[in-house]
């Protein structure tokens, strides 16, 4: 299985930016589909955003929507999640995560039970 290891997170204000990366470990990190999840204190992980194997197809959370864009340097085993317009609300740690897609085309899941592949987390903290 692909490792997965989180960077980027920090804390900053209302209306900010940041830009996590997630850097995957092994020769087949292209097979893989990838996902970025978020948990806040007290409340269950959700799904943030989710990108296919060649990153041709993504979907994003309704909340975040226009804010966020996630992407992938296959090349490099990287994978990305740019945050602008961050709100209070978007405060969570981030978890990157990868899930098989061996059959390739635009297929990605939403759902955390269908992903294999997590990274320990990223802290992001907004402040208003």
């Known amino acids: 299985q692909v490792q997965l290891a989180e960077s980027g997170g920090g804390l900053v204000q209302a209306g900010g930016s940041l830009r996590l990366s997630c850097t995957a470990s092994g020769p087949t990190f292209n097979t893989y589909a990838m996902g970025w999840f978020r948990q806040a204190p007290g409340k269950e992980r959700e799904f943030v955003a989710a990108?296919?194997?060649?990153?041709?197809?993504?979907y994003y959370a309704n909340s975040v929507k226009g804010r966020f864009t996630i992407s992938r340097d296959n090349a490099k085993n990287m994978g990305y999640l740019q945050m602008i317009s961050l709100k209070p609300e978007d405060t969570a740690v981030y978890h990157c995560?990868?899930?098989?897609?061996?059959?390739?085309?635009?297929?990605?899941?939403?759902?955390?039970?269908?992903?294999?592949?997590w990274g320990r987390g990223t802290q992001v903290t907004v402040s208003s």
């Open positions: 990108i296919s194997r060649s990153g041709s197809s993504t």
């Open positions: 995560a990868a899930a098989p897609a061996p059959y390739g085309g635009s297929w990605y899941p939403v759902r955390d039970v269908d992903y294999g592949s």
